[in-house]
């Protein structure tokens, strides 16, 4: 029922910045959780970020390897998720995907999520 398409991604230098965005279609946004994850080469797709519904006051959670560094919000306004990424490294280098579950608490668990955007690609030069 929900479709999530990414955008945002590319090449930056470690240092950088760079803005994801997820816009989502077919579903009331605002009552969907949504999370950020990501998968290096020859890793496992690992949790970044997640923010939950707006009905929950849009709490937010962030892995340990990206606090201080990365921000995830929603603008429901344009059914848009974002992940701000600050300060980025090499060992940023991913597939980001956004993933959505109509669900108003968030988990950092990739089988809760129903809905997967497609991913973008993120690549940190050093």
């Known amino acids: 029922q929900v479709q999530l398409v990414e955008s945002g991604g590319g090449l930056v230098q470690a240092g950088g910045s760079l803005r994801l965005s997820c816009a989502a279609s077919?579903?009331?946004?605002?009552?969907?959780?949504l999370a950020w994850f990501r998968q290096g080469p020859g890793k496992e797709r690992d949790f970044v970020a997640a923010?939950?519904?707006?009905?929950?006051?849009?709490?937010?959670y962030y892995a340990d390897s990206v606090k201080g560094r990365f921000t995830v919000s929603r603008d429901n306004a344009k059914n848009t998720v974002y992940l701000q990424m600050n300060s980025l490294k090499p060992e940023d280098t991913a597939v980001y995907y956004c993933?959505?579950?109509?669900?108003?608490?968030?988990?950092?668990?990739?089988?809760?999520?129903?809905?997967w955007g497609q991913g973008t690609q993120v690549t940190v030069s050093s």
């Open positions: 923010i939950s519904t707006w009905y929950k006051g849009a709490s937010t």
């Open positions: 077919g579903s009331t946004f605002s009552y969907l959780s």
């Open positions: 993933a959505a579950v109509s669900k108003v608490v968030y988990s950092t668990n990739q089988n809760e999520y129903e809905y």
